[in-house]
């Protein structure tokens, strides 16, 4: 939604060296165009959005790094609670609804072979992050109005769409940790 907004304070506080408020400052502002005076602008606004967010950890990259197990977990904790210490006006009440993590653990039976899979990944990515193949998230649950919450909408999980080696796990708000699907 696009909103006109207009200024109608002088926003200049040092205009010929007086001070807003000042005899001298209301006897310039009444010398001004009307115009002068204002400022029109627009203001984007979305009454309710549900955004999809999608981020990739290579375990296989991480092995060069110092980057750890609880490193991981400080990062979908990060991820969890990203708009709840970060308040303003344009994100207003953003908050993180849902938080999926697909895990890849590979199928071998002997487990360096398995580990070495689940290191490259079971599956490429964009068929797991697709929006509709594993997580589905129809837009409405069939009123027909515009959603303006989270309930207008039906998270779905097709846990039989799984490749073989990934599994998927979903983040538990009132326990604060991922648990699985």
């Given at each position: ?13 040092d ?70 210490h ?22 071998d ?10 290191m490259?990944?079971?599956a ?17 649950k ?32 009132s ?7």
């Open positions: 939604m696009d909103v006109s907004i207009t200024r109608m304070a002088v926003s200049d506080n205009i010929k060296g007086a001070n807003v408020g000042s005899a001298e400052f209301r006897a310039w502002e009444s010398k001004q165009a009307e115009d002068e005076l204002r400022t029109m602008g627009r203001k984007s606004l979305v009454s309710y959005g549900l955004y999809a967010t999608k981020g990739f950890v290579s375990a296989n990259l991480a092995q060069g790094t110092q980057f750890t197990d609880a490193d991981l977990n400080e990062l979908w904790e990060a991820f969890a609670n990203m708009f709840d970060d308040r303003s006006a344009s994100k207003g009440v953003m908050a993180c609804r849902d938080l999926f993590v697909f895990k890849h653990v590979g199928t039976t002997d487990l360096v072979q398995r580990e070495k899979q689940a490259l990944g079971c490429p990515a964009h068929h797991l992050l697709d929006l509709g193949r594993i997580i589905d998230v129809p837009a409405l069939g009123s027909g109005k515009t959603p303006r919450c989270y309930a207008d909408y039906a998270v779905t999980q097709h846990l039989e769409r799984m490749p073989k080696g990934v599994e998927l796990w979903r983040w538990d708000f326990e604060n940790r991922l648990i699985k699907a």
